[in-house]
Nanobody, 123 residues
Framework: HVQLVESGGGSVQVGGSLTLSCVASGDTIGRYCMGWFRQIPDREREGVAAIWNGGGGTYYAASVKGRFTISQDNAKNTVYLQMNSLKPEDTAMYYC?????????????????WGQGTQVTVS
């Protein structure tokens, strides 16, 4: 099955930008629905964005639409999350996830494979 490793998190000022990367191994990302989720302590994990169909379909949470962009590079087997105009409420641990389908992309319980997460702090 696919293994996922996120990177690119860090601390940034309000209004700044970060790009998260999720490198996959063990399988090709083109076969999966790839999602980005985030979680803060004592809160449920929430869907941020997803991409599927080899990049032909994308989904975004309302809170990030217009600010975040999900993309994938099949040659590098990597999924990216470009985050612009960051707000303090974007502070969270960000996780990359994969599942063979995109039945309900915003539901973390439907994703089978997860990375370890990368912290984003906006202040």
């Amino acid at each position: 099955h696919v293994q996922l490793v996120e990177s690119g998190g860090g601390s940034v000022q309000v209004g700044g930008s970060l790009t998260l990367s999720c490198v996959a191994s063990g399988d090709t990302i083109g076969r999966y629905c790839m999602g980005w989720f985030r979680q803060i302590p004592d809160r449920e994990r929430e869907g941020v964005a997803a991409i599927w169909n080899g990049g032909g379909g994308t989904y975004y949470a309302a809170s990030v639409k217009g600010r975040f962009t999900i993309s994938q590079d099949n040659a590098k087997n990597t999924v990216y999350l470009q985050m612009n105009s960051l707000k303090p409420e974007d502070t969270a641990m960000y996780y990359c996830a994969a599942d063979p389908s995109c039945r309900s992309w915003y539901r973390p319980e439907l994703f089978a494979y997860w990375g370890q997460g990368t912290q984003v702090t906006v202040s």
